[in-house]
């Protein structure tokens, strides 16, 4: 088998928290929604925030959410396209802070990136490419 990329992950949040993911993928972190509309209209049960080309995240609305805890999940790492510096001006300009900074050995290599968390205690590491 030769695995070519991620195309998506799935999370789960709180049935009243679509206001919140979106407030934060998409005018936090400026990354597209999409289907939204279908999940309001009843026709999906999730809605998807495009990371790029080829890779979304499906976030489903659940009843029974449980935020996530160190023993079901750590963080999901995502590299970005821009210097360090302006990656940290950009959280701070939308009000996202930064829990913290370290330079982690990941499949790109060692590079800069900082670690924030969503709404819900997702943590996603941002990685500067």
Known sequence: ???????????????DGVEAAVAFYRDGLGLDVENLD?????EKPFFSVR??????????????FEPPSGANFD???????TDFESLKAELDAAGIEVDRELE?????????AVYV????GY???LKVD
């Open 1 to 15: 088998m030769d695995v070519e990329a991620i195309d998506h992950a799935n999370l789960h949040i709180p049935e």
């Open 38 to 42: 279908l999940f309001e209209s009843g």
């Open 51 to 64: 990371l790029a080309p080829t890779h979304v995240v499906h976030v489903q609305p659940d009843p029974e």
């Open 75 to 81: 963080h999901l790492a995502l590299t970005v396209s």
């Open 104 to 112: 982690p050995l990941g499949a790109t290599g060692t590079n800069p």
């Open 117 to 120: 968390t969503d709404p819900f």
């Open 123 to 125: 943590t996603l590491e």
